[in-house]
C-alpha cells in the first residue's frame, strides 16, 4: 500500500485530496496546525483505518515514522485576508516548512509535489498566463508575503531537485473552489454567497472588471493526480480557463441565489491583480487533462453547500 503525507489537510484542498488519496486506495497522513483548516473537513476520515492525523506546524521539524512514497505540501494560508492577517507564518510556511518537506521527501526517498499558485505571476503583463512567464510581483506589497513565499518555494523545490535528485512536482494552481471552502475566508465565492444568504449587499472591489478564471475542485483534484503520477518536473498550470469579470460574475451570483440584493462597490485591494487566466496547453499536452466541470454545475453544487452550513456558521465573524 502506498503511503502519502498530504500537508494541510484540515483546509479546502488538503481534505478533498485525502478523499481522492483514500479512495484510490493509498494509505493517507495528513497533517495539519489548524491555523486556518477545520477538523470537520476531515472528520469522516477519522474513522477510516487508512487515514491518521498529525496536529502539528510544519515550520517545526517534521518527522514521520515509516516510509513514504508521496508528499503532497498544500500548508499555507491561501485566501488574501488570512495571509494579510498572518504574513510572518505565511513566509514560514512557505520558506521554512517547504524547506522542511524537502528534507523529509530526501531522506525518504519521495516524489513531492508542492502547492504554487497563480499569484506567482503576481499582475501579469502577459495574457492568458503561460508557465514561462516570469511575473509581476511587488516583493514589498501587501500580497508580496504569499506570492514571494511561493516563488522562494518553487526555487528551493528545483534546486532539491537538481541538486539533490529529489523528485518534484510543482502545480500553480488558479482561483478554485467548491464545498469546504470557508464561508468566511474572504475569497469572493464565499463572500458573495455569504452576502447573498445573509440578506447584505454583494461587495465589488474596484469596478469589477478585474477577471478571475474559476475551476472547479475535482477537476482542480484530478490535475493535482494525475501531476503527481506524471514523470515531469517544471510548474504545471491547473485552472479553468472560463474568465469572467468580477462583476459579471455578482450578476451571476445573484441569479443563481435569488437575492433581492444589490451590489455595491468598495476600493480594489493594493495589487489586486487586474486579469488573470490560465493557459492549460502544458498540462492538456503532459498530463491529458483538462477541466469537465462548467462554472454553472460547480456553483450549483458549491451554492447547495453553503446552503446546507447551520445560521450560526452563517452568521459566525472571524477575527
Ligand atoms: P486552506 O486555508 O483551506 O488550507 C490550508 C491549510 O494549511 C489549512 O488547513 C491550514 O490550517 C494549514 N496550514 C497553514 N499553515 C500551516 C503550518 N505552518 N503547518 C501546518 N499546517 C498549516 O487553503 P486552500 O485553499 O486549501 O489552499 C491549499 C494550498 O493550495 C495552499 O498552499 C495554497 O497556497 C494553494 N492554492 C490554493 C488556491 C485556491 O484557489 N484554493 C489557489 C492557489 C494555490
Ligand atoms: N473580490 C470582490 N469582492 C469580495 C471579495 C473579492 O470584488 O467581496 C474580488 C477581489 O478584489 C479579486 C477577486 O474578487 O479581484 C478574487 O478575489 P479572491 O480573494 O477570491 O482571490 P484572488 O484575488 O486571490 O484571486
Known amino acids: 500500500m502506498k503511503r502519502i503525507l498530504i500537508t494541510g489537510a484540515a ?30 473537513n476531515i472528520q469522516h476520515l477519522f474513522s477510516h483505518k487508512d487515514f491518521e492525523f498529525y496536529h502539528h506546524d510544519i515550520t517545526k521539524f517534521v518527522h514521520i515514522p515509516g516510509p513514504l512514497d508521496y508528499i503532497l505540501h498544500f500548508a499555507s494560508p491561501a485566501s488574501p485576508i488570512d495571509y494579510l492577517k498572518i504574513p510572518i507564518q505565511t513566509l514560514k ?37 503561460t508557465e514561462d512567464y516570469y511575473g509581476n510581483v511587488n516583493t514589498i506589497g501587501p500580497r508580496g508575503v504569499y506570492d514571494e513565499a511561493k516563488r522562494f518555494q518553487e526555487s528551493i523545490t528545483m534546486a532539491y531537485h ?5 523528485e518534484t512536482r510543482i502545480v500553480r494552481i488558479f482561483n478554485t473552489y467548491g464545498p469546504r471552502m470557508r464561508l468566511n475566508d474572504g475569497r469572493v465565492i464565499p463572500a458573495f ?3 447573498a444568504l445573509r440578506g447584505e449587499d454583494l461587495t465589488i472591489f474596484g469596478d469589477g472588471m478585474q477577471t478571475r478564471s474559476f475551476c472547479y475542485v475535482d477537476d482542480q483534484v484530478e490535475g493535482i493526480f494525475r501531476l503527481l503520477q506524471s514523470d515531469y518536473a517544471l510548474p504545471v498550470n491547473i485552472g479553468n480557463p472560463d474568465e469572467i469579470t468580477i462583476k459579471d460574475f455578482a450578476e451571476e451570483i445573484i441569479r443563481l441565489t435569488g437575492t ?33 466541470v462548467d462554472r454553472a454545475a460547480g456553483m450549483k453544487i ?16 472571524e477575527h
Open 11 to 40: 483546509g479546502f484542498l488538503g481534505s478533498h485530496l485525502c478523499d481522492r488519496f483514500i479512495s484510490e486506495g493509498y494509505y493517507v497522513i495528513g497533517m495539519d496546525n489548524l491555523i486556518t483548516g477545520d477538523l470537520k
Open 93 to 129: 510556511v512557505g520558506s521554512l516548512g517547504t524547506h522542511n518537506l524537502l528534507g523529509l521527501a530526501r531522506v525518504k526517498k519521495s516524489r513531492i509535489l508542492i502547492a504554487s499558485t497563480s499569484e506567482v505571476y503576481g499582475d501579469p503583463l502577459v495574457h492568458p498566463q
Open 162 to 166: 537538481t541538486f539533490h535528485n529529489v
Open 193 to 195: 454567497i455569504g452576502q
Open 260 to 292: 433581492k440584493q444589490k451590489v455595491v462597490y468598495h476600493p480594489l485591494p493594493v495589487n489586486d491583480p487586474l486579469q488573470r487566466q490560465p493557459d492549460i496547453s502544458r498540462a492538456k499536452a503532459i498530463l491529458g487533462w483538462e477541466p469537465k
Open 302 to 317: 458549491t451554492y447547495d453547500y453553503f446552503k446546507s452550513l447551520s445560521s450560526e456558521e452563517l452568521l459566525k465573524e
